[in-house]
């Protein structure tokens, strides 16, 4: 552990300003305009795994943005890990809310902010730092295969493809991921399951055209009315979704479970103050953590329709649309998922207006092994850099490729993240701790360390 410590005091500087330049990246997978930008920051990744010192680097071109993969193999007959990790990021907006720009990384009160400092540049790199350090030190133990991608944040469209062509390229014993949360550097964690996600969008359609609201007002549907009727019918009185069949295939914790998912240190009051919220609001009947971690739900992710700039205009609008994900839990199937939802718009639009839904992209929830040699590793690196052993969790965003992992390659993933809920991920100000970072690339060799101790 000193020889681990000593080589991140010793090039602390350097492993920062190296993060900036990553973030200074504007990759914007879901907008065209930052194609360039987006290709920029895959070479950028490549370089820095070739000086880490990985082999057979290659940017690897896809139908959309491009996959970095490189590894090191000191071994075949010792255990390989597959590390992913993507490198393109949330849009900004909206930029007013940002108190400073985005693509520029500052540091305030110990915090990198910057879009994708924590989702998930800031911890994909913890990787390529301690693989660096492990090189550096000669004491890689086990092989490694990185895989970055460029499409996390539009559904990883084009890596299910690449890694069914590349199954052989990408065998492994186990995927390494940092791209979750922990509870904090005092209550270090580690995530056990993941909820799937399905992506859809709505759109209503009324007259052929705007329509002068005075003129009409009263006498046409106006779709973006409709559309708040729909948005707000899909819960019932006790917050529940309102879809016929959504909970069909919902797996129920027992109370004994239960009752040790709440074991995990949650103060609501704090929890509430930092979102500046009274109330928390969700299912009736089940806590804060479970809400975020157990149970499905549905979420309108932005709504728009009619004249929405500066001043007045008074129109009826022609259309009026919304994007809505659904978070599902095991043995939800988002395909099953996104028809029921179909179906269901379709059936309680009015006849008045046309209604419209898109599916954009889903995944599956999974749930990680918490008697694998590679969770145990986990545990035990954790244990040996904080001091205390985490507290198992389950996480309430969605990773939709340790599903196809899973699936393809036949193989389990450990999810060892750094970040913290409150690090504003796909928000303004989105920040990573510092501490938070370098504590990452300290206790990521020592999981190598472990996983080769206990696979012999």
Partial sequence: MEQIKKYVNDNRDR???????LLRCPSVSADSKYKDDVLKTAGLVAQRLTEAGAENVEVCKTAGHPIVYGEKIIDKNKPTVLVYGHYDVQPADPLELWETPPFEPTVRDGKIFARGACDDKGQFYMHVK????????????????????????????????????????????VVLISDTAMISLEHPSLE????????LEVEVTGPNRDLHSGVYGGAVAN?????????ASLH??????????????????????????????FDEKEYKEDLGIKEVWGEKGYTTIERTGIRPTLEVNGIWGGYIGEGAKTV??????????????PNQKSKKIEQLFKSHIEKIAPPYVQVKVTIHHGGEPVVTPTDSVAYRAAEKAIEESFGKKPIPTR??????IVSLFEEVLGIKTVLMGFGLDSDNL????????????????????LFYKYYAELSR
């Fill in 395 to 400: 996480g309430g965003g969605s990773i939709p």
């Fill in 223 to 231: 779709p973006a009315t409709i559309l708040a009727k729909i948005i």
């Fill in 192 to 199: 056990t399951g993941l909820r799937g996600l399905a992506y």
């Fill in 15 to 21: 492993f920062l300003e190296e993060l900036f330049s």
């Fill in 426 to 445: 796909h928000s303004p100000n989105e920040k990573f701790d510092i501490a938070n970072y370098f504590k990452g690339i300290e206790t990521i060799p």
């Fill in 130 to 173: 301690a693989f660096e350090l492990m090189m550096r030190t000669n004491t890689l133990n086990s092989n490694i295969k990185f895989i970055i991608e460029g499409e996390e944040e539009v559904g990883s469209s084009n890596l299910e493809t690449f890694v069914r062509e590349n199954k052989e390229r990408l065998k492994a014993n």
């Fill in 316 to 329: 009826l609008p022609s259309k009026a649309s919304a994007k809505i994900s659904m978070r599902l839990v």
């Fill in 236 to 265: 019932d009185e006790n917050n529940r979704v309102a879809i016929p069949g959504f909970y069909d295939d919902v797996v129920e914790l027992s109370s004994e479970e239960r009752k040790a998912l709440n074991q995990a240190p």
